[in-house]
C-alpha cells in the first residue's frame, strides 16, 4: 500500500507562484498532479515517471506549471507560476506502481487528501 503526503498549497494573489510537494511512501512509477474545482470534475494537470524525463501538461497549465522530481525522496514538485484564479482548486497527488496512460484519472491506484490552491 502506498500513501502520499501532499504539501504547500495555500492562497495567493493572481500572478504569484506556488509550490506543491507529494511524497510516496512505497513504490510507484508514475505520479501525477491533478485538480477539481468545485462544481467541476476531478482533471490531470501534469503527470511524470519517477526516473524519466518524460512530462505530460494539461493545456491550460502548459508554460505556466512545471512538474519536476526527486527520485532518491520519491517526491515530485509542482511548480506553480503566473497563477490565474481558474486555477483555483483542490490539488491531488496521484501514484501507480505499473505503466498507464499518465493522464488518466482511473488508471491512478492511490492518491493524497488533497491541498487547497486559491488564487484571487
Known amino acids: 500500500h502506498v500513501q502520499l503526503v501532499e504539501s504547500g498549497g495555500g492562497s495567493v494573489d493572481a500572478g504569484g507562484s506556488l509550490r506543491l510537494s507529494c511524497t510516496a511512501s512505497?513504490?510507484?512509477?508514475?505520479m501525477g498532479w491533478f485538480r477539481q474545482a468545485p462544481g467541476k470534475e476531478r482533471e490531470s494537470v501534469a503527470s511524470?515517471?519517477?526516473?524519466?524525463?518524460?512530462?505530460w501538461y494539461a493545456d491550460s497549465v502548459e508554460g505556466r506549471f512545471t512538474i519536476s522530481q526527486d527520485k532518491a525522496k520519491k517526491t515530485i514538485y509542482l511548480q506553480m507560476n503566473s497563477l490565474r484564479p481558474e486555477d483555483t482548486a483542490i490539488y491531488y497527488c496521484?501514484?501507480?506502481?505499473?505503466?498507464?496512460?499518465?493522464?488518466?484519472?482511473?488508471?491512478?491506484?492511490?492518491w493524497g487528501q488533497g491541498t487547497q490552491v486559491t488564487v484571487s
Open positions: 511524470i515517471y519517477i526516473g524519466e524525463r518524460s512530462t
Open positions: 512505497g513504490y510507484v512509477k508514475c
Open positions: 496521484a501514484a501507480e506502481p505499473g505503466d498507464i496512460v499518465p493522464t488518466s484519472i482511473v488508471a491512478f491506484s492511490y
